[in-house]
């Protein structure tokens, strides 16, 4: 009988210890920007880290280069949990928190300084908006500055205004800003933008300078603006089921693994940007350097427009913050 009572003991821990097993959590990100980038990088490093904090538990699997489909789909899966994380620039995150597209308002924010001042004072309440329609929003980054690309120079907005400018349906919100400054807009499917050029159909975008660089559209559109239109942001957005899961002793440490990488991440994305513009400049890219009185051209164009955008577009408690902010900020500065 005993020999029974031991063979039977036995028997029960294997068949009980699958429960005991180790929970594996695995969480699919998706990610437009292609891997081979900082981003890229960023989050491969991520995953590995992850992995050695959580002891394996937590499996960060990140499906780069957009294959997880526009950020229309990307946010529609977080919804519905296909995926539990993803990357999404400002157009992705408008669709969550609507006040996030006021960051992105053509010439409000005009360089890194500015918006460094800007993401400090407002992120915090950003992400309490985000959080509350069912998301954790756990970093930010830039992702650089959109800029204007055309065949002909473009100094001031009479410039752009005599060009077919290019957009994609994707960026709704910024083709009705640019289509209330007056400018003449033709739609364009996002993978079409070369055949556009070549055609006349379009004969300017405005993209950032990493994209046009990574896609050769300035073997076509050879000029860009010097001014910065807008940033381009983005953000790595948990749905809230997603993070629940994963147990609380980890998060603090995979929170710092964040944070630990995002000051690096954002100096990466800086010199590839600057880089990026130069590799250009080798292979032909002209930069229209404008001066100040130009510039003040661009800022006074889309002064005209925003009493239109104002509430609609925009939010009108966010951009009224964000203008007091930059004014005093530039005031000082004088």
Same mark, same amino acid.
């Given at each position: ?84 994380? +993803? @990357?999404? %620039? &400002? ?14 308002? =053509? !010439? $409000? ?101 990493? +994209? @046009?660089? %990574? &896609? ?14 807008? =940033? !381009? $942001? ?101």
């Amino acid at each position: 009988m005993k020999t029974i009572r031991i063979t039977l003991a036995v028997c029960l821990i294997f068949l009980v210890s699958p429960l005991f097993a180790q929970r594996k959590i695995t969480i699919k990100m998706a990610s437009p920007i292609p891997e081979n980038t900082p981003w890229g990088h960023f989050f491969n490093q991520l995953a590995d880290d992850w992995k050695k904090i959580t002891g394996g538990e937590v499996d960060l699997i990140v499906y780069h280069n957009g294959v997880a489909g526009s950020e229309s789909d990307v946010v529609r899966s977080l919804k519905l949990n296909q995926i539990q994380a +993803a @990357v999404l %620039s &400002t157009l992705g995150l408008y669709e969550i928190s609507p006040e996030i597209m006021t960051l992105s308002c =053509p !010439f $409000l924010i005009r360089n890194d300084d500015e918006l460094d001042l800007v993401l400090a004072g407002l992120t915090g309440e950003l992400e309490e908006k985000i959080n509350g329609k069912g998301y954790f929003t756990l970093a930010w980054a830039r992702v650089g500055w959109v800029k204007f690309f055309s065949k002909s120079p473009v100094f001031v907005p009479a410039d752009l205004k005599k060009q077919k400018l290019g957009t994609n349906a994707d960026q709704a919100e910024l083709n009705h800003v640019f289509k209330a400054m007056g400018f003449q807009m033709v739609p364009v499917e996002r993978n079409d933008i070369l055949i556009a050029l070549s055609s006349g159909m379009a004969e300017a975008v405005f993209q950032s300078p990493v +994209a @046009v660089g %990574s &896609t050769q559209v300035f073997g076509l559109a050879k000029n860009m603006a010097s001014i910065n239109v807008a =940033p !381009f $942001l983005g953000g790595l957005i948990f749905n809230q089921r997603a993070w629940r899961s994963i147990p609380d002793k980890y998060k603090p440490q995979m929170i710092d693994a964040v944070r630990k990488n995002e000051a690096k991440l954002d100096r990466d994305i800086r010199k590839l940007e600057d880089d990026m513009i130069k590799t250009m400049g080798n292979y032909g890219l002209k930069v229209n350097q404008l001066n100040p009185q130009q510039e003040q051209l661009w800022y006074d164009e889309i002064g005209r427009a925003m009493p239109s955008l104002i509430g609609t577009i925009f939010d009108r408690n966010i951009y009224g913050r964000v203008e007091t902010m930059l004014q005093n900020y530039r005031n000082e500065r004088r």
